[in-house]
């Protein structure tokens, strides 16, 4: 990949620069300011300001100054100084030169600020990728064949560019974050030394937020500009957030133009997305989109054998091809059956057999068929964990309630035809976002719990018996 002009290098420079001031202090004192030329040998970087009253801003305001060296320093390296060719007069564009502050004392200042925006080591770097998501148990299937490809060859090959982005969609619970962590962990085994980091899209907002809050902005896109493959999933979450999706843009320009590698999932396809900025979209089409396919019933038996494997269970294979064949279509209601037959072996202390199968899928099946109210929901979670409804709805974080209530929020989400809004509007007047994490979290425990597994699959059955 070509080098960056310095020409080049400074439109990044005025990029960072626009998400770190308001629009006004943007256009009256950065936008007028060009680039001149660089001596690297220097390491002198020479811009051309209209006015002495905007070099005079730039030098004096400190928040002015630290901010135009930190990003120099980082954008053309440590040590940068600036020279200003200033217009003294317009009739004749005679200009003079000022050289930048650059005592030690300043210096001093700059360097203290400056070091708090360098990479963390490895070692503190938290992946956050689930290590129980890898390619060994990814079962390769028709509708993921492609894709199960294109994530090994990414992990084992960061230099090729054809995939970059990977842009996977797909319908809930066929696999993409299960895909997505696959290719974090295999390519961290491979390229240990490497930088690799797991979002989600809500993650990625709040901390987004919490920089812009805390006026840390800078600090937030520097990290995430020093990742080597930069993992987000549930991408169309950004839709309607400006700010979220203004610094992301800078983010993955950044990431793309250096060569690192971005991958994204999303419900649906870059060109279904409401509410996403159209440059975003554009970006998301310039490596490869594809859909992760629903499991047929060769995958679903693939995947229940080797579920059934993993856990120790005594399934029989009519048993395994009677599941398989009457629940297709989702890995996680795949999973979620196979938990109810375990719950179910476990209470009534008997054999996975056919006749078990079939009242268990009977009921999942009836469940999907009859209409499960979030109220309905709502009476039996509480019933179960003995937690009072108006716990669920109040404000409290004590963990035993938070964790009902986001089971709540995720059975809702699941049974319901109701969308996140409205759940959490229901929910004690919560946000959507709330709602989307609240459902990864579950689902994060589901992957992890067996003890929970159980506590959800008697849950399931309540609501599909119908019992009060």
Request: hydrophobic content about 40%; overall charge positive.
């Amino acid at each position: 990949m070509a080098k960056p002009s310095a020409q080049r290098l400074w439109e990044r420079c005025l990029d960072i620069v626009k998400v770190n001031v308001s629009q006004q202090d943007y256009d009256t004192w950065f936008a007028p300011v060009s680039f001149d030329s660089l001596d690297s040998e220097k390491k002198t970087i020479v811009l051309r300001v209209p006015s002495h009253a905007i070099y005079e801003t730039l030098e004096q305001e400190k928040r002015f100054r630290h901010l135009l060296y930190n990003i120099i320093w980082r954008v053309y390296g440590e040590d940068f100084i600036i020279t200003y060719r200033i217009l003294v007069d317009s009739t004749t564009n005679a200009t003079a030169d000022v050289e930048g502050t650059r005592g030690s004392t300043a210096k001093e200042r700059i360097n203290a600020h400056t070091k708090k925006l360098k990479p963390s080591a490895e070692s503190e770097l938290q992946s956050q990728l689930n290590e129980s998501y890898t390619f060994e148990n990814f079962i390769e299937g028709a509708g993921n064949k492609l894709l199960r490809s294109v994530g090994l060859s990414i992990a084992t090959n960061p230099k090729q560019t054809t995939f970059n982005p990977l842009f996977i969609y797909g319908s809930s619970g066929v696999g993409k974050t299960h895909l997505v962590n696959a290719i974090g962990i295999e390519y961290k085994r491979n390229f240990p030394e490497r930088r690799v980091l797991y979002v989600t899209a809500n993650q990625f907002k709040v901390q987004f937020m919490t920089a812009r809050q805390e006026n840390k902005i800078n600090d937030f896109i520097y990290f995430y500009q020093t990742i080597d493959v930069l993992i987000i999933d549930d991408i169309h979450e950004f839709a309607g957030l400006t700010g979220t999706q203004g610094t992301f843009f800078h983010i993955f320009n950044h990431l793309k133009m250096n060569g690192k590698q971005i991958v994204l999932t999303s419900d649906r396809p870059p060109q279904s997305l409401p509410g996403v900025e159209e440059r975003l979209l554009t970006r998301f089409k310039w490596g490869l989109s594809a859909e992760l396919e629903k499991p047929d019933y060769e995958l679903c038996r693939k995947i229940l054998l080797s579920k059934i494997r993993q856990d120790g269970l005594q399934v029989g294979d009519d048993v395994a091809e009677f599941v398989a064949r009457n629940v297709s279509g989702s890995i996680r209601d795949l999973e979620g059956t196979l938990s109810s037959l375990m719950a179910h072996a476990l209470v009534f202390n008997q054999d996975i057999d056919m006749e078990m199968a079939r009242q268990v899928v009977g009921k999942a099946l009836k469940a999907q068929t009859r209409t499960v109210t979030i109220d309905m929901i709502i009476d039996k979670a509480c019933s179960l964990f003995d937690v009072g409804e108006s716990e669920i709805m109040a404000k409290g974080r004590k963990a035993s309630v938070v964790i009902v209530r986001q089971l709540i929020m995720y059975l809702a989400e699941r049974h319901t035809k109701l969308t996140a809004s409205r759940i959490g509007l229901r929910i004690g007047g919560r946000s959507h976002a709330t709602v989307i994490h609240a459902v990864k979290q579950v689902e994060r425990l589901l992957s992890e719990d067996k003890a929970f597994q159980k506590r959800v699959a008697e849950l399931e059955a309540m609501l599909g018996d119908g019992k009060r």
